[in-house]
């Protein structure tokens, strides 16, 4: 029987998991992650006794993405202690030797919506997926392959019109302040209120804001890629914020485009319990093995 | 010999071209915008004069561009005056039995402009083509193929933020006020000002405002894309204005990404006098012949 292998890793813990050959998770397990070193060996000896025939790997980052660079398969400059220039892909390539797929983490769970909807017969020329979490990011499927030549996505750092209630608040992205990121991630919960977004009910005024933003993000994203879906996910993104995002997205597009009707084309992700990325690493990973 | 033909189709004017196999152009006539039935009587009447292997057609919009819905090939709901529910691609078709392409304006020059880097030995994975004229429309080439699954993009209708010296303007989108159309389209400057673009120095601070907006756009689609290149045409988008939107995405930018070198990023089209329609068209005839 054939297997498929994934590795999630996040800047708090890596999970290792083994799919069937209808994606279906078999096994798993959570890592902690600590160093490169340590961190990384607890996943080649994951899938040395948990032999698969192939992996997919999604990926904090900045990873390289490029193959035809020297710089392939590694975590770039990540602000993460340690984590800079690490060879993650090579690493795993020379104690596993299995075909192997390399993405970011937010591709991955795009490609892993991309999998679970094709699963429903739903017939996708382009998937969006954003994160709305410790950051905001977004990963772009279209016919099947990632979007983004020189990179990838760097959707949270677009800039979008203030909203008039919140012209105090300057953001929190140390780059530029008040760009989609600094607006809207979750630690602007603290930042704006000074306590975390899980404890801040729906109906402060402060989610209202976020939507207005949010809905921002989501039209530049119709106008650009006119895509069939925008699934948003991480912490932040629940069924009942998109329920103000949608009304503040059709505000703003005021029928100029037709896109499907906005409960299935502004949603949560279809993959339940945060398993997109694993889904999508196993498909990769399926992918790769052809 | 194989010839190539091309139809830009604008409101005011239609061109007709002959290329020959290097994608020159060979012969071309201008035919001016009157009724559909008369316009395109004269397409037909060309093509039969000078006969082709296979067309090209770019045309105003919107388009049906599906080719499983039942408006493939029309011009569906222009504002233009006895243009609506245009069967374009259907006359040609029955009258002109050869292999056609079809799709908009500026997915056609944005061919165009693909092609002509190809030549010049671009490795190219994605351009994007941005005409600011009378409108603001864009597109996108990504691996030699359009990206917009369920329509053409629509990135004129972004919303950007406003520039302080700029807050009393309402922009003249009808559908949006001040979405990018609404702020940077030619027609800005009467509503702005009173007179015409060209008649507007480079020096009047009319311009900065300007290059803030479009350093917005560019900015958009970079995070979204990470393409190889952003070209922008139409009557509004000389190297002179573009000298102005440069420094004023870096400083939105801040470095966040690496992009190229910005005097080839940011770039007015290769194709000289407003060419680049009829060279995407002819090799988009040549990619139909295949």
Request: net charge negative.
């Amino acid at each position: 029987m054939t297997t498929f292998g994934s590795i999630e890793a996040g800047g708090t813990k890596f999970v290792c998991a083994v799919g069937d050959e209808s994606l279906t998770t078999k096994d798993q397990t959570v890592i902690p992650t600590t160093t490169p070193q340590e961190t990384l060996q607890r996943c080649v000896d994951y899938f040395q006794a948990h032999p698969v025939n192939a992996l997919g790997i999604a990926s904090f980052g900045p990873l390289g993405l490029n193959p035809a660079s020297s710089d392939y398969g590694y975590i770039t400059t990540t602000p993460k202690p340690g984590w800079q220039h690490t060879d993650f892909l090579g690493l795993m390539k020379r104690s596993l030797n299995i075909p192997m797929a390399w993405t970011t983490d937010v591709n991955g769970s795009a490609f892993g919506e991309y999998t679970a909807a094709q699963r429903q017969g739903e017939a996708l020329g382009t998937l969006v997926y954003y994160t709305i979490g410790t950051g905001v990011g977004a990963g772009i499927v279209n016919d099947g392959k990632f979007l983004g030549r020189l990179g990838n996505p760097e959707m949270g750092h677009v800039y979008v019109r203030r909203h008039p209630d919140d012209l105090d608040f300057a953001g929190i992205c140390p780059r530029h302040g008040d760009c989609l990121e600094g607006l809207v991630s979750g630690p602007t919960f603290e930042a704006r209120l000074g306590r975390k977004g899980e404890t801040v009910s729906l109906s402060n005024p402060i989610w209202d804001i976020m939507a207005y933003y949010v809905a921002q993000a989501a039209l530049q994203t119709t106008m650009t890629l006119r895509p069939n879906k925008i699934v948003f996910g991480g912490s932040v993104a629940s069924e009942g914020f998109l329920e103000k995002v949608r009304p503040a997205f059709a505000k703003l597009m005021n029928g100029y485009v037709t896109v499907p009707p906005l409960e299935h084309y502004i949603v949560t992700p279809l993959v339940p319990n945060n398993g997109s990325a694993t889904l999508g690493d196993f498909a990769m990973a399926r992918d790769a093995l052809k």
